[in-house]
Structure formats: structure tokens, C-alpha cells
């Protein structure tokens, strides 16, 4: 289960709209379940943007109003989620999305927790869908003006835009600013670096070091690799960026870099939706702080949202 936009909508300031969509998805989950409210023993909400204790806060505080007291309430990045979604329930080791915008996070053995990037596309999400066709709109307008090399960007951008000129792009741009809007475009630049443009495929060559950059940072602040760098860990990755699509694949050049720098690392390309990370976490939370021995049930049992 998804919550779409919830936190666009909260950045936007509109907190009652963002409550209203989490309860929407918590009653859809639970009707499909066929599971009364009262059932629930642990809820885990992991949303993207939840990093700063004042939008736990809130969204614990929003959680509370919904569910009884005695309901164990945890609240989480959405990338946690993704992590333990490709580890099969353990919260150790890295995690690399890359989607619209980008983050690395992960745990060590002791629990230490450690991220990177992940601030958004103003403080330089470097390798996230968003940097990338925003910086293949910039080759466009460098290639206008003789600032920059010509690019086959230009004609296919604009043929996906359905624009005449590279002046029309100016419009297009400030007409919306939405990051997932200009994110689209990423499949149009890897079919371009497909085809042999060196501008495109110059972009995705260095999202890929940018994206490995925040994997290292990551990796070598919880100590991972270990001593010798050899260590084994899983490296699990999310994101449509990372996709094979357009006949180019950005996954293999990162892993095979990943691989050089930390040879122990195991990739994990996970299969599971990060919807059951998240009720992974909310149940092994609840286990934690009570029972070891505490068995989810058709009758009890954790919710998990994404």
C-alpha cells in the first residue's frame, strides 16, 4: 500500500490533506485485510522526507489520533523500509534508492545509523532522476546558445515535450517545477546515451559516481566493509532510476563500482514491495519492546505504510 504525494503535501503545508490520505490508505488496508482496527498491535509509517523529529512528532502525534493507545507506533524514512523490504526483515546493511530524488542509508550490527544525500533536489540530490533530466534540460539550453556541445537531447526532449523550440522549454519548466514532472525524463536521456550521445551518456555516467559516492560515505561511516574492506554486507537498491529501461542500464556500471571499492558487498535487487519492510519493521519493533516469543496472527498483527 501506497501513500501517494503524502509528503509533497505535507512540504506544501497542507498537514490536514496529508493526515486525511494516511487514514484513507490505513482503512483500505485494513478492509482488504479483512482486519478490525482493533486488531492492529504496531503500526510502522515510513515516508519519504520523515527525517527531522518534528515531522515524527507530527506524524506519531496524527498516528495516535487513529489507532488506540495501547498501539505501538513507530515512524520511519521510507527508505528503512526499503533496506529491511531486500533483507528479508534485518535492518543491517546499506540501502540505495534512487528514484525522483536519491538517499544511501544503513546499519551496522550495533545499530548505528548512517545516511547520505537524501536532502532534495535544491541541496543537490547528485545521481537522483531529478538531477539528471534537470541537468539534460541544461545541455539543451548550452547547446542553444553555444555554451555547449550539440546534443541529440535537444530533438528528443522536445519530441517528448511536443515543443518547436529549445526557447519553449523555458515555459515548459516554469509553468511547473514539480520534481517528479521533470524527472520523467530520464528514460529520454538513457535512450539518447543508448543511441551514442556523449552529453547523455556523460550525464549517466556520472550519476553513477555521485550515487556510489553517497553508497562509500555510508558504508565506510558504520564501518561495513570492516577493518580490511573486505567485510560482507547486502547492498539492496530501489529506485526506477536504477531500472534497465531505453536499452540502457545504470544498475551495472554502479554495482560494478560498488564492487571495486567494497568487494564483500552482496547486491540485492529486492523483490518485495517496501509496504512489507514497513510492517516487517513495525512488527519486529513491537517484538523487540515486548515478547520474543510474540506471534503476528490472522487475529493481531502490525500494519506497515508506505
Known sequence: MRINDVTRIAMERNLEAARRAIEESM???LKQAQVPRSAVLSVCLAAAGVDRQVDIDAYRAWMSEVFPQDV???VQNDSVAALVSGTAGKLYGC????GTGTIAVGFNEAGKFARASGGGPLLGDQGSGYAIASQALTAVMR???????????TGAILKRLNLSSAEDLIGWVYEDTSWARVSALVPVVKSCARDGDTVARGL???SVSELACSVKAVVKALGLDGRDGRNSFPFVMVGGVLENDNGWDLRRPLVNKILGMFPGAQP???????A???AMLAWSRYEDRHSKTAQPTTEHGALGIV
Open 204 to 206: 549517466l555516467e556520472n
Open 72 to 74: 505501538e507506533i513507530f
Open 143 to 153: 547547446a542553444e546558445d553555444g555554451r555547449g556541445p550539440p546534443t541529440s537531447l
Open 27 to 29: 482503512a483500505s488496508a
Open 95 to 98: 540501502v540505495l534508492v534512487s
Open 276 to 278: 512489507l519492510g514497513s
Open 268 to 274: 540485492i535487487i529486492s523483490k518485495l514491495e517496501p
